[in-house]
């Protein structure tokens, strides 16, 4: 009966979590010695481990489930006239490159100053602006990927609507 109820509740915390801006960083950096798994842990009667991984299993089921919603997007926009498949390719390509960037530059931007922060993040905005101009893709397609990761990383109100 105890697992049962742990597992929902555990889920409804970690949805909890997410929508304040914990964020999509690594997993372990991110939820070890995080107060809600000590206090799921302590509340449930639960090995912090356990409780730690079934976090980081849901966090990573739902950045896979994001990445569908955001294929399909795209997707439905070739089907319906609005980017060819070579954009929906530029664009998922392009998208990934950000993805990478942005992981392995994680911790740079969380030990800047919030106003470093947003002059990087504004200058990274410019550059795909740039690029999204050149290869004649409107920049709200990167808006379904890039302003979710912001706002889950909890930075989406320092840069502006765009983001």
Do not use: C
């Not at 999509?24 to 912090?48: G, M, S, T």
């Not at 950045?63 to 294929?71: A, D, L």
């Not at 931007?109 to 947003?118: A, H, T, V």
């Not at 101009?133 to 379904?144: A, T």
């Amino acid at each position: 009966m105890k697992k049962t109820i742990v597992l929902p509740v555990a889920a409804l915390a970690l949805m909890a979590m997410l929508a304040y801006g914990v964020g999509q960083v690594k997993a372990d950096e991110q939820f070890k010695n995080h107060p809600l798994v000590q206090f799921i842990a302590e509340r449930f009667d639960l090995d912090e481990e356990e409780v730690l991984t079934a976090m980081e299993d849901f966090q990573e089921q739902r950045y896979e489930q994001v990445g569908v919603q955001f294929e399909n997007r795209l997707t439905q926009a070739v089907l319906d006239g609005k980017l060819t498949e070579d954009q929906r390719e530029m664009i998922l390509q392009k998208h990934e490159e950000m993805r990478a960037e942005q992981e392995s530059n994680w911790t740079a931007l969380r030990e800047m100053s919030p106003d470093e922060r947003r002059d990087e993040i504004m200058a990274r905005h410019e550059e795909l602006k740039s690029w999204a101009e050149e290869n004649g893709i409107d920049l709200s397609y990167f808006s379904m990927g890039i302003g979710r990761g912001l706002r889950m990383h909890g930075m989406s109100g320092e840069f502006g609507a765009d983001w």
